[in-house]
């Protein structure tokens, strides 16, 4: 955690350092890893897109569930398996795990439509703005500075998978729900800047699947988006009980 600390207090610093000049000057990353990165962002604008048609999709005709949850993993697994230069068929497949991805999360988006559609809109964008602020952090912070995070975040995956085991063996409360919930958050916001910099990394190594990473940072995305919308149709649930409370 002190290592989180330590991340958040220099991103504070440094932002009053940083200016327009800064913001452009990305002469640590070579041009062909800028190229490829912003084919990744595309790649991930495009993935976005799909999602959100999964989503439709779901609402129109109810299909997300179990099924399209497996399809979507299996998708995946297809993607990683097809050879890097098989690219048309690897975007294909990829686009399809995100329909199905948003078919999955399809019911928690038509339950915040049903309470509030402006909850679903502030959840997209405060992802997309933490997105946008802890990727573009990584892209400008220097080579290899939060990779160290790695680590950290492994085990605080390992602990959530723990967690969740075992509340469903045994009976989870609300109390470990909501840390689940916010730490869970705050494990997903730390790999958007981590799995950026590998990506990075990886590409100066001349590992240029822009498939394959978009593919990650998709994931780490929707895990954000997922978190923050649970938590703010919890609160908006809390708040409607009290004005209840008070009413009666």
């Not at 890097?84 to 988006?109: D, N, T, W």
């Not at 950290?152 to 969740?164: K, P």
């Not at 240029?208 to 149709?233: E, G, N, P, Q, S």
Request: net charge positive.
């Amino acid at each position: 955690m002190d290592a989180f600390a330590s991340f958040f207090d220099s991103q504070t610093g440094c932002r009053n350092r940083w200016s327009y000049d800064s913001l452009k000057n990305l002469g640590h990353i070579s041009p062909h890893v800028q190229a490829h990165l912003k084919r990744v962002y595309l790649t991930l604008c495009c993935t976005l897109v799909a999602a959100a048609v999964g989503s439709y999709l779901h609402i129109l005709w109810n299909i997300g569930g179990m099924l399209t949850t497996l399809a979507s993993i299996g998708c995946i697994f297809w993607v990683l398996a097809i050879p890097p230069y098989e690219e048309q068929k690897r975007v294909g497949i990829l686009m399809a795990s995100s329909v199905f991805q948003g078919a999955s999360i399809g019911p928690l988006i038509d339950l915040a439509i049903q309470i509030d559609q402006s909850i679903l809109v502030s959840a997209f964008v405060g992802t997309a703005l933490a997105f946008a602020c802890f990727s573009g952090a990584a892209v400008l912070a220097k080579r290899r500075e939060y990779l160290y995070l790695g680590g950290l975040l492994s085990s605080g995956v390992s602990m959530l998978l723990w967690l969740h085991f075992a509340s469903s063996i045994f009976g989870g409360s609300a109390a470990i729900f909501k840390f689940e919930l916010y730490f869970g958050l705050l494990v997903f916001v730390g790999y958007m800047v981590v799995d950026t910099q590998d990506i990075i990394e990886k590409a100066h190594m001349g590992d240029m699947d822009y498939v394959k990473h978009a593919l990650t940072l998709f994931t780490d995305f929707v895990a954000v988006f997922v978190r923050i919308l649970i938590i703010m149709l919890k609160n908006s649930s809390d708040k409607n009980e009290k004005k209840k409370k008070r009413r009666d």
